[in-house]
T-cell receptor
Framework: SQQGEEDPQALSIQEGENATMNCSYKTSINNLQWYRQNSGRGLVHLILIRSNEREKHSGRLRVTLDTSKKSSSLLITASRAADTASYFCGSGATNKLIFGTGTLLAVQP | EAQVTQNPRYLITVTGKKLTVTCSQN?????MSWYRQDPGLGLRQIYY???????DKGDVPEGYKVSRKEKRNFPLILESPSPNQTSLYFC???????????????FGPGTRLTVL
């Protein structure tokens, strides 16, 4: 299987804390994208990092990419209850995104 | 409003009864794709289309058909559904312009299909 993996599978934190989730992928990539999914709904794009970039920021999000280790991490700072969702990384190969199995984040108010 | 729509949102059917799940986008995107989402397996790509009349298999195409006769529509067809096709299905689209692989995908709301 070409699928990637997110780690941890589930994460529970208190509001205001930082949340870090990791993603590993198997194939060569053009880019890596992070998406959020609220329960049973469609995925919403959060941030994209290109294969020649090492770090990128967007608001409270910080993503890193290590192509030598085929891994990425997503940091959400100062988490809010509204950040409760599943988070997926999609490794961007030619003409497709290969998704991992997701991290379920629960932010307790 | 820019969006991807899917119909129906929920469907319960029986083995062998042909069905079609429609997908439509209003963003003039060239690229469209179908995924299925199953617990513990994440999202897996079924088929994708780079443009009108151009379709290709994803990772799990068996048991599915697609067509792309118009740019905005990309229906998913199950000719003879089986219980192992019970899943949550998502359609997505993205722009192919200016380095298409680097563009975000826009997802529909999902279709929950149960095959008895």
């Amino acid at each position: 299987s070409q699928q990637g993996e997110e780690d941890p599978q589930a994460l529970s934190i208190q509001e205001g804390e930082n949340a870090t989730m990791n993603c590993s992928y198997k194939t060569s990539i053009n880019n890596l994208q992070w998406y959020r999914q609220n329960s049973g709904r469609g995925l919403v794009h959060l941030i994209l990092i290109r294969s020649n970039e090492r770090e990128k920021h967007s608001g409270r999000l910080r993503v890193t990419l290590d192509t030598s280790k085929k891994s990425s991490s997503l940091l959400i700072t100062a988490s809010r209850a509204a950040d409760t969702a599943s988070y997926f990384c999609g490794s961007g190969a030619t003409n497709k995104l290969i998704f991992g199995t997701g991290t379920l984040l629960a932010v307790q108010p | 409003e820019a969006q991807v729509t899917q119909n129906p949102r929920y469907l319960i059917t029986v083995t062998g009864k042909k069905l079609t799940v429609t997908c439509s986008q209003n963003m003039n995107h060239e690229y469209m794709s179908w995924y299925r989402q199953d617990p513990g397996l994440g999202l897996r790509q079924i088929y994708y289309s780079m443009n009108v009349e151009v379709t290709d298999k994803g990772d799990v195409p068996e048991g599915y058909k697609v067509s792309r006769k118009e740019k905005r529509n990309f229906p998913l067809i199950l000719e003879s559904p089986s219980p192992n096709q019970t899943s949550l299905y998502f359609c997505a689209s993205r722009n192919n312009q200016a380095g298409g692989n680097y563009n975000e995908q826009f997802f529909g709301p999902g279709t929950r299909l149960t095959v008895l």
